[in-house]
């Protein structure tokens, strides 16, 4: 676990920036982050905080110190399955509610990574609670598959704010 220490300070900083700067730019862009319209974000919006969240608490659970293998997985575990559940409902409902730009298929698309990411955290998590052995490798690669979701639902909705903008130009 030494050896983790730096990656997951790292990690978790970086998602706690991120997030913060996508807070800021929602709050400056309210209309525009939570339109239904073409241009609304909403979706991906709260897919990225989710995911910014995701790899924040883990980074956090990861860095506590003193706390054995076991234990650590039945912190993550816990946290992580609950938020899976959480990551296919919403999946669910954007396919069960497709929006102008989203189609059911559109919609699989966008939660995929989210839902591979929090699949490796369960089983990392499952994995260091069934053998006592730290799944370190596997939780690195959760997280950054989950950081490089997040910030692809955030770019996502900084271009839709740029096309608004042109559009409200023209």
Not at 23 to 44: C, E, I, Q, Y
Not at 73 to 79: Q, S
Not at 118 to 140: E, M, P
Request: overall charge positive; glycine content about 8%.
């Amino acid at each position: 676990m030494q050896g983790w220490i730096q990656f997951y300070a790292v990690t978790g900083a970086a998602a706690a920036t991120l997030m913060g700067l996508l807070f800021v730019a929602v709050s400056v862009n309210l209309v525009a982050a939570f339109d239904h319209g073409p241009t609304g974000s909403r979706r991906h919006i709260e897919q990225a905080f989710e995911n910014y969240l995701a790899v924040l608490m883990v980074s956090l659970i990861e860095l506590v110190p003193n706390l054995d293998l076991t234990r650590r997985g039945c912190i993550t575990l816990a946290v992580t399955a609950g938020w899976s559940i959480w990551v296919v409902r919403r999946l669910f409902q954007a396919m069960g509610e497709p929006s102008a730009q989203e189609t059911a298929v559109v919609a699989i698309r966008r939660h995929l990574p989210t839902l591979i990411g929090f699949g490796l955290l369960v089983s990392a998590a499952a994995y260091t609670i069934i053998t006592g052995r730290g799944a370190s490798n596997l939780t690195a690669v959760s997280i950054v598959i989950l950081l490089f979701s997040a910030t692809s639902k955030a770019w996502t909705f900084l271009d839709r704010l740029a096309q608004r903008a042109v559009g409200e130009k023209r």
